[in-house]
Nanobody
Framework: QVQVAVSGGGLVQPGGSLRLSCVTS????????VGWYRRAPGKQRELVAA???????TIADSVKGRFTISRDNAKNTVYLQMNNLKPDDTGVYYC??????????WGQGTQVTVAS
């Protein structure tokens, strides 16, 4: 199974920005939807943003206008640009790929902490 490599998390002040990267393979990008999920402390994992093979996007209402998802085919990478971060955005962010039949493992994700 193709692995993904997630990076870009960290500690940022409210109002700050981070960009998460999910490096995978070209095969994954052309065959699967790639999604960013997060698990906030004490909450269930939720979808933040997803990018389908035809480049249609899904963005959670809670991050619309602040987060964008994009893809760089040359680098086999899907990005999650997070702007105007809020403390509620704190959590572990995961990158997974999936279709109607299968889904990649969650992996360890990357920690994002928004605090003063």
């Amino acid at each position: 199974q193709v692995q993904v490599a997630v990076s870009g998390g960290g500690l940022v002040q409210p109002g700050g920005s981070l960009r998460l990267s999910c490096v995978t393979s070209v095969t994954i990008l052309i065959r699967y939807t790639v999604g960013w999920y997060r698990r906030a402390p004490g909450k269930q994992r939720e979808l933040v943003a997803a990018l389908a093979t035809e480049r249609s996007e899904t963005i959670a209402d809670s991050v619309k206008g602040r987060f964008t998802i994009s893809r760089d085919n040359a680098k086999n990478t899907v990005y999650l640009q997070m702007n105007n971060l809020k403390p509620d955005d704190t959590g572990v962010y995961y990158c997974v790929y999936y279709n109607t039949q299968e889904m990649s493992p969650w992996g360890q994700g990357t920690q994002v902490t928004v605090a003063s």
